[in-house]
């Protein structure tokens, strides 16, 4: 891997590497004190990689986007970077904007927004503002570890229940289940929606995939949970990683349904910018009998490129293996009744906030 450290695998994280982003023309980053832990690994007396979180009081929270491949036009981010660890995280990449790794440090060097909910108040209470469902947790986690302390995305949510706005969630995370009060109360308006995203069933590559993220078995028992609530569940299999993951699209999708699901997708593995060499790292270091079948089969999908960002395609990829996966996919999503409507949510409901204490006059 060019201008990569060497591969030296931590325990607890998905990137194999701490690589810099060479469009940047940033230098190579090594492990260095002020974001090590003085403390010795469990594994041989290695130092623990320390999570550290930097506050960051936005101006703005509010995304847009007119991408026709994602179903809603704009976004919230509580949180820069992610501690899942997701090696095929495809926002890795956002990193290199801050001069920091889309390796070790997008999991460990974390950013927060504490007043997110505040600036997404003033937001939606400007008189020209026209509701619509925001998406939480398409880019980074609303529900990663940190958000255990922060509970950005519980205020956020708690703004959604005050003014009656449309909010669907996606998360890995088995934490979702926290704020099972407000989004009950979002979901009895028909108001909010949850995708848990389910990748394997196996624990052991969970780990080596996600390590940081909530157990597929813990995530499936979210999925029963917020369902008994009365919660629009959705399950995802994303990504799909040919000859790693694509063998259980049948027992997930059964799995799914046998824990309340109303609906299933997919989305094939995506690799944009520095995602590629960290996740060829990843697959020589942990798969290496089969690194280079997965690699021609991914390019295989993405017009023999390593990633295609082109609108239409990028989510679901073209070829044979690409159409096998989507036939299988719509085997399984009929043959378990998992083919509801995903975010069917109402809009007429919003209600602006108040600003300081004083009512909005629109």
Known sequence: MENAVE???????????????????????????????????????????????????????????NSPDVPFDRSVNAYRGCEHGCVYCFARPTHAYHDLSPGLDFESRLFAKPNAADILRKTIAKPG?????????????????IERTYRITRSILALMVETSHPIVVTTKSARVVDDIDLLSQLASKQLTGVAIS??????????TLEPRASSPMTRLAAVRKLSDAGIYVHVNIAPIIPAVTDHEIEAIAAAAA?????SISSIPIRLP??????????LDVHFPDRAAKVMNI?????????????????MKGHGP???????????????????????????DLFVPPNINGQLSLF
Request: aromatic share 8%.
């Open 7 to 65: 591969r030296d695998v931590t325990k607890g994280r998905g990137a194999p590497t701490n690589a810099v982003p060479t469009r940047f023309n940033l230098n190579s980053r090594v492990a260095d004190g002020d974001w090590l832990d003085a403390r010795e690994a469990l594994d041989g007396g290695k130092p623990a990689l320390k999570t550290t979180v930097t506050e960051e009081f936005a101006k703005s929270i509010l995304s847009f986007n």
């Open 129 to 145: 503002y026209r509701p619509a469902p925001i998406a939480i947790g398409t880019n980074t986690d609303p529900y990663q570890p």
């Open 198 to 207: 389910v990748t394997s069933l196996d624990a052991k590559l969970a780990r």
């Open 258 to 262: 046998e824990q309340g699901a109303t």
């Open 273 to 282: 910018h520095e995602v590629a060499p960290l996740f060829r790292d990843w």
């Open 298 to 314: 991914i390019r295989d999908m993405r017009g023999g490129k390593d990633n295609d960002a082109e609108f239409f395609s990028r």
């Open 321 to 347: 293996w690409a159409d096998l996966i989507r036939t299988r996919m719509q085997i399984a999503r009929k043959k378990h009744g998992l083919d509801g409507s995903k975010w069917n949510v109402r809009t």
